[in-house]
């Protein structure tokens, strides 16, 4: 026990800390102005009792009056100087003050009691006694906190008790002594134990404010320097401490704000599901809300902890940016830039999604798979630019045709599809030809009309399959389906198409292999000149050895050559094959080649026959090309060109198949051909209907009076030979004559022209009437 300590004890905060000592003063002054006070007006409503008991006693009042009335009087204008006295700022009242105020108001109370000691009656001393110990112990308890005035309270009022005993003198003074001095001695170790206690409490309340004003001081610098703010609300969700970075971001006064909804900033949406993890209690990380400001909606990503209060914090940050970023990024991944409808992705997502729905009859669906018919050609004339506000209209107007409910979706190029939830079959057919109806409608694309059509392939789901893939390949084959047999129309998808659609994928993977493995072979098969009877062409005809296939007739190949893009490299190797077998015949023989539409369409033909005829050395004129009527129903333009371009080389042209095409006169008049070829289907019954005779009469005399040659084809008895001879045509060709033949089995140039008999050629040739090969 330290003198410090001591001093301390007594005078002022005991075992405070530097920083808190004003602070646990002004704490404990105030406690024992406010203490005093109560204090002072109890003792004197005790003493007013006092004095009205000792009053009843009549016989010295005028000696008792004065006294009492003066100490009265006193602790009357005590309590008045307390309650007036400067306690706004009881930290300034100094300790001196305080004491000297102890003593005043110690005397007073001492006083009084030294009055009513010496003037009460033996029989009242009861009432003295309660007296007594109640102004003592109240005026000790109310300076509990400070403990210097409480020693001096208690010892003022003992001495009086004391010399008032004294002078009465009573009886066992000694004894009263010793226990009023024990009295005082106790009062006053709970004194300094009271006011010891309160200083601490007061002290670690201090140090704990101190500590959450430091915290805050942390948080508002980590808000200044970082692009996060701080966010708190209280169990009822209103905001508390708002911080003016909060208030900056929400675009409204940090005033304002606080104790507004944190809610009510929400968008309705994002409220809802904000209000769902405040109930959950939950903490929870980095979730996006929109919330709504002023100028605005903006993004947050929201952090947030439950409070033990009831309320919850955490951490905001705005990542409008990255939103909107991401909102984008979701865009282009899910619809076509274009058209702006769904793209390929999203049509999957939805058909998985349809797939996974459906579990009864009820639950069908339908796809549909749409392609526009020759949108390469919309391209390449009016351009890309115009290619484009076709598809634009195209799809608004397979939308409307579709209908709202529909999910239409434009899966790359010219493909679009259109999903039909809870569609049957009849309705899907109907909505096909809606779409397809939609699609022939000419289009206007900067004042110029384009016309159009589609081709469809459908399918109804889950029967046609159980997922989205399967789905599309389907609907893809159905399609193929379509376009194969002519174009703007719709096929539904059928079990067979898979097995026809490998087969495909097998004849086309054979046929590109058969290209680099000789498995190519022309075959070719005479022209016979009815007037000379001698062999005046050979028609070139290709032959494909296909493994495990045998020998393979065209007709089953070139489809597929045409649609692959594998004529082009093929139909140059027939050309400048054919070229150099004709230069080793006689040199009055002509050699014919089959061109098809790609062929015709390649832009390099023209050199390659150039190139051919010049290789092989072969006169331009003995090479004729075969074309059909679909050369010049297609690109027409540019293929007349190039069929210019051929004829300007001095390479024949003739027109193939006759007879069998829509408008074959008009073609006759668009280029100038060399020769017509009549079809076979008109030769084949010449002998039995008259009405195919008049057919190829008709073709006959129209060949002879345009100046062109005529060739019968498809020849097979004498009669039919008889009658197309009479009829004038020029030339035939025909298994009569001979089969196709490979080009060993055919004369050579030396031996050919040495052996000049007429119809040596015929006759050679008629003995391989049953040579093999196909038709
Ligand atoms: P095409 O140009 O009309 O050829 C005539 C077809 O009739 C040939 O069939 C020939 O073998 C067949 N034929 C000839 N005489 C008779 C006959 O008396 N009776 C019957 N029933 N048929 C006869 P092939 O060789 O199967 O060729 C079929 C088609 O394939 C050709 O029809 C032609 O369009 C096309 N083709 C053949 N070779 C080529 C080629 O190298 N390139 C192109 N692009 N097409 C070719
Ligand atoms: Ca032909
Ligand atoms: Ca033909």
């Given at each position: 026990?330290?003198w410090?300590?001591?001093?301390?004890?007594?005078?002022?905060?005991?075992g405070?800390?530097?920083p808190?000592?004003q602070?646990?003063?002004?704490?404990l002054?105030?406690?024992?102005?406010q203490?005093t006070?109560?204090?002072?007006t109890?003792?004197?409503?005790?003493?007013?009792?006092?004095v009205?008991?000792?009053?009843?006693?009549?016989?010295?009042?005028?000696?008792?009056?004065?006294?009492?009335?003066?100490?009265w009087?006193?602790?009357?204008?005590?309590?008045?100087?307390?309650?007036?006295?400067?306690?706004?700022d009881?930290?300034?009242?100094?300790?001196s003050?305080?004491?000297?105020?102890t003593?005043v108001?110690?005397?007073?109370?001492?006083?009084l009691?030294?009055t009513?000691?010496?003037?009460?009656?033996?029989?009242?001393?009861?009432?003295?006694?309660?007296?007594?110990?109640c102004?003592?112990c109240?005026?000790?308890f109310?300076?509990?906190?400070?403990?210097a005035?409480?020693?001096?309270?208690?010892?003022?009022?003992?001495?009086?008790?004391?010399?008032?005993?004294v002078?009465?003198?009573?009886?066992?003074?000694?004894q009263?002594a010793?226990?009023?001095?024990?009295?005082?001695?106790?009062?006053?170790?709970?004194?300094?134990?009271?006011?010891?206690?309160r200083?601490?409490?007061?002290?670690?309340?201090?140090?704990?404010?101190r500590?959450?004003?430091?915290?805050?001081?942390?948080?508002?610098?980590?808000?200044?320097?970082?692009?996060?703010w701080?966010?708190?609300?209280?169990?009822?969700?209103?905001?508390v401490?708002?911080?003016p970075?909060f208030?900056?971001a929400?675009?409204?006064?940090?005033?304002l704000?606080?104790?507004e909804?944190?809610?009510?900033?929400?968008?309705?949406?994002?409220?809802?599901h904000?209000?769902a993890?405040?109930?959950?209690?939950?903490?929870?990380?980095?979730m996006?809300?929109?919330i709504?400001?002023?100028?605005g909606?903006?993004?947050?990503?929201?952090?947030?902890?439950?409070?033990?209060?009831g309320?919850y914090?955490?951490?905001?940050?705005?990542?409008?940016r990255?939103?909107?970023?991401e909102?984008?990024?979701?865009f282009?991944?899910e619809?076509?830039?274009?058209?702006?409808?769904?793209n390929?992705?999203?049509l999957?997502?939805?058909?998985?999604?349809a797939?996974?729905g459906?579990?009864?009859?009820?639950?069908e669906?339908?796809?549909l798979?749409?392609?526009?018919?020759?949108?390469?050609?919309?391209?390449?004339?009016h351009?890309?630019?115009?290619?484009?506000e076709?598809?634009?209209?195209?799809a608004?107007?397979?939308?409307d045709?579709?209908?709202?409910?529909?999910?239409?979706?434009?899966?790359?190029?010219?493909e679009?599809?259109?999903?039909?939830?809870?569609?049957?079959?009849?309705?899907?057919?109907?909505?096909?030809?809606?779409?397809?109806?939609?699609?022939?409608?000419?289009?206007i694309?900067g004042g110029?009309?384009?016309?159009?059509?589609?081709s469809?392939?459908?399918?109804?789901?889950?029967?046609?399959?159980?997922?989205a893939?399967?789905?599309?390949?389907?609907?893809?084959?159905?399609?193929?389906?379509?376009?194969?047999?002519?174009?703007?129309?719709?096929?539904?998808?059928?079990?067979?198409?898979?097995?026809?659609?490998r087969?495909r994928?097998?004849l086309?993977?054979?046929l590109?292999?058969?290209?680099?493995t000789?498995?190519?072979?022309?075959h070719?098969?005479?022209?016979?000149?009815?007037?000379?009877?001698?062999?005046?062409?050979?028609?070139?005809?290709?032959?494909?050895?296909?493994?495990?296939?045998?020998?393979?007739?065209?007709?089953a190949?070139i489809g597929?050559?045409?649609?692959?893009?594998?004529?082009?490299?093929?139909?140059?190797?027939?050309?400048?094959?054919?070229?150099?077998?004709?230069?080793?015949?006689?040199?009055?023989?002509?050699?014919?080649?089959?061109?098809?539409?790609?062929?015709?369409?390649?832009p390099?033909?023209?050199?390659?026959?150039?190139?051919?005829?010049?290789?092989a050395?072969?006169?331009?004129?003995?090479l004729?090309?075969?074309i059909?009527?679909?050369v010049?129903?297609?690109?027409?333009?540019?293929?007349?060109?190039?069929?210019?371009?051929?004829?300007?080389?001095?390479?024949?042209?003739a027109?193939?198949?006759?007879?069998?095409?829509?408008?074959?006169?008009?073609?006759?008049?668009?280029?100038?051909?060399?020769?017509l070829?009549?079809?076979q289907?008109?030769?084949?019954?010449?002998?039995?209907?008259?009405?195919?005779?008049?057919?190829?009469?008709?073709?006959?005399?129209?060949?002879?009076?345009?100046?062109?040659?005529?060739?019968?084809?498809?020849?097979e008895?004498e009669?039919?030979?008889?009658?197309?001879?009479?009829?004038?045509?020029?030339?035939?060709?025909?298994y009569?004559?001979?089969?196709?033949?490979?080009?060993?089995?055919?004369?050579?140039?030396p031996?050919?022209?040495?052996?000049?008999?007429?119809?040596?050629?015929?006759?050679?040739?008629?003995?391989r009437?049953?040579?093999?090969?196909?038709?």
């Amino acid at each position: 026990m330290s003198w410090r300590w001591l001093k301390e004890s007594v005078l002022g905060p005991i075992g405070v800390p530097e920083p808190y000592r004003q602070d646990v003063r002004a704490n404990l002054h105030a406690r024992f102005l406010q203490f005093t006070t109560v204090a002072n007006t109890y003792g004197l409503i005790v003493a007013s009792v006092m004095v009205l008991i000792l009053l009843q006693d009549h016989h010295g009042l005028a000696e008792h009056i004065v006294p009492i009335g003066v100490a009265w009087f006193g602790a009357l204008a005590l309590i008045v100087n307390q309650v007036r006295g400067d306690v706004r700022d009881p930290a300034s009242i100094s300790v001196s003050r305080i004491l000297i105020g102890t003593t005043v108001a110690s005397c007073v109370w001492g006083s009084l009691i030294f009055t009513v000691i010496n003037h009460a009656q033996p029989e009242q001393d009861l009432y003295v006694g309660l007296f007594i110990a109640c102004v003592f112990c109240a005026g000790a308890f109310a300076r509990s906190s400070m403990p210097a005035s409480a020693l001096i309270y208690s010892c003022v009022l003992a001495a009086s008790i004391m010399l008032a005993l004294v002078l009465d003198k009573r009886d066992g003074l000694l004894q009263f002594a010793f226990l009023l001095g024990a009295s005082v001695i106790g009062l006053q170790l709970f004194s300094i134990l009271a006011a010891r206690r309160r200083a601490g409490r007061i002290a670690s309340l201090r140090a704990l404010e101190r500590s959450h004003e430091i915290a805050a001081l942390q948080l508002q610098e980590f808000e200044a320097q970082s692009a996060d703010w701080m966010w708190r609300i209280d169990d009822d969700g209103r905001l508390v401490d708002v911080s003016p970075k909060f208030a900056q971001a929400a675009g409204a006064d940090a005033t304002l704000l606080q104790g507004e909804r944190f809610l009510a900033l929400f968008a309705p949406e994002a409220e809802e599901h904000f209000d769902a993890l405040l109930r959950s209690r939950r903490a929870f990380r980095d979730m996006t809300f929109e919330i709504q400001v002023p100028r605005g909606s903006r993004w947050w990503s929201i952090s947030g902890t439950p409070t033990t209060d009831g309320g919850y914090k955490g951490v905001c940050s705005d990542v409008t940016r990255r939103h909107e970023a991401e909102t984008k990024a979701a865009f282009v991944s899910e619809f076509d830039h274009l058209t702006g409808l769904s793209n390929r992705a999203a049509l999957v997502q939805q058909l998985e999604a349809a797939c996974a729905g459906a579990s009864g009859p009820g639950d069908e669906f339908a796809l549909l798979y749409v392609d526009i018919d020759s949108f390469k050609t919309v391209n390449d004339t009016h351009g890309h630019a115009a290619g484009d506000e076709f598809l634009k209209e195209i799809a608004e107007r397979l939308q409307d045709a579709a209908g709202e409910d529909a999910f239409v979706s434009r899966l790359g190029g010219d493909e679009f599809a259109v999903l039909l939830r809870a569609s049957s079959r009849d309705m899907a057919d109907e909505i096909a030809d809606h779409a397809l109806d939609a699609m022939l409608a000419p289009v206007i694309v900067g004042g110029r009309e384009i016309l159009g059509s589609g081709s469809i392939g459908a399918v109804i789901g889950p029967g046609d399959g159980a997922d989205a893939a399967t789905l599309l390949k389907h609907a893809e084959l159905a399609l193929y389906r379509a376009k194969a047999q002519g174009r703007g129309c719709s096929r539904f998808f059928e079990g067979g198409m898979e097995a026809d659609a490998r087969q495909r994928a097998d004849l086309e993977s054979d046929l590109r292999r058969a290209l680099f493995t000789d498995a190519m072979d022309l075959h070719f098969q005479p022209l016979v000149d009815t007037r000379s009877g001698r062999v005046c062409a050979y028609e070139t005809l290709l032959r494909w050895n296909r493994p495990g296939h045998g020998l393979v007739s065209p007709v089953a190949f070139i489809g597929c050559a045409e649609e692959t893009g594998i004529i082009v490299p093929l139909g140059e190797w027939v050309i400048r094959n054919a070229v150099k077998e004709a230069a080793q015949w006689r040199d009055d023989v002509t050699v014919a080649v089959n061109l098809s539409p790609e062929q015709m369409r390649n832009p390099s033909i023209v050199q390659v026959v150039v190139s051919a005829l010049s290789s092989a050395e072969l006169d331009p004129g003995r090479l004729e090309i075969e074309i059909t009527e679909s050369v010049l129903m297609k690109d027409s333009e540019a293929n007349l060109r190039t069929l210019h371009a051929l004829r300007e080389v001095g390479v024949k042209i003739a027109l193939d198949d006759f007879g069998t095409g829509f408008s074959s006169l008009s073609y006759l008049r668009t280029f100038p051909f060399d020769k017509l070829k009549i079809d076979q289907s008109f030769v084949r019954d010449i002998h039995k209907t008259p009405e195919n005779q008049a057919i190829v009469r008709a073709i006959i005399s129209l060949a002879r009076d345009l100046g062109m040659r005529c060739t019968a084809e498809g020849v097979e008895n004498e009669q039919q030979a008889a009658i197309l001879a009479s009829l004038g045509c020029t030339e035939v060709q025909g298994y009569l004559f001979s089969r196709p033949v490979p080009a060993a089995e055919l004369p050579k140039k030396p031996a050919a022209q040495s052996a000049d008999a007429p119809n040596a050629d015929v006759r050679n040739l008629a003995s391989r009437r049953t040579a093999a090969g196909p038709n």
